[in-house]
């Protein structure tokens, strides 16, 4: 471990990381196709927080490659989600998320690849700041607003308990929240509030996934 490694963000991710296995878990052993690739989508945001977590605790000498190995998965879960969305459409509508989907993804990876790459890095205090792109924060922006939320209203609709819909809809709407604020904040005090109520909802949806079953009232 690096000398200088802030312990509190190093838990942060590593909790994070552990939260979206357990939580994708859940999802992936369930019979229904949209809980499915729900499921996959939280094993791969999982995946990047997992690579996060050793370069906050290793700091490598080539810090942006490993930030953006993260990256990987990152971009292709808001595909899946994309997937996940449309399980709800039908005929051309359906073929058009698709096509979306291999699209954006494409898209953005070759902007976040090759064009506005990013400038990862740490603060005096140990804070991790991806410091990307503009571009790539819009992009960003527009991933979570036509792939994460839409995603999650349609797991929602399809969970029988009403408790756990209630804690699923806030909860992952919470922590999408408090992504955004991850990635595009740079003040210390903001972060340490954000991730707080990150670490809270996963909590939350750990315990009412584990109380509640998805497919019983």
């Not at 190995?69 to 994309?82: E, N």
């Not at 029988?160 to 595009?184: D, M, P, Q």
Request: with cysteine; aromatic share 20%.
């Amino acid at each position: 471990m690096n000398p200088n490694t802030n312990l509190s963000v190093l838990a942060y991710f590593i909790f994070g990381s552990l939260s979206f296995a357990y939580l994708s878990y859940i999802y992936l052993k369930q019979k229904n196709h949209t809980f499915r690739l729900f499921g996959f989508s939280l094993l791969l945001i999982s995946v990047s927080l997992f690579i996060w977590s050793y370069v906050v605790f290793s700091r490598p000498a080539n810090l942006v490659f490993f930030t953006t190995l993260g990256v990987v998965p990152f971009v292709f879960s808001f595909g899946t989600l994309l997937l996940c969305s449309a399980t709800s459409l039908k005929g051309k509508s359906k073929s058009l998320v698709y096509a979306f989907a291999f699209l954006f993804i494409l898209v953005f990876g070759l902007l976040r690849l090759f064009f506005y790459a990013s400038n990862p890095a740490f603060n005096k205090q140990g804070f991790f700041y991806f410091n990307a792109d503009p571009v790539i924060l819009y992009m960003y922006s527009l991933a979570i607003s036509f792939s994460v939320l839409p995603a999650i209203y349609v797991v929602g609709r399809q969970i029988k308990n009403i408790y756990l819909r209630i804690i699923v809809e806030l909860g992952f709407t919470l922590v999408t929240i408090s992504a955004i604020i991850l990635i595009i904040s740079y003040d210390d005090w903001l972060q340490i509030i954000n991730g707080w109520g990150m670490i809270l909802a996963l909590i939350i949806l750990n315990i009412a996934h584990t109380k509640f079953a998805l497919d019983r009232t």
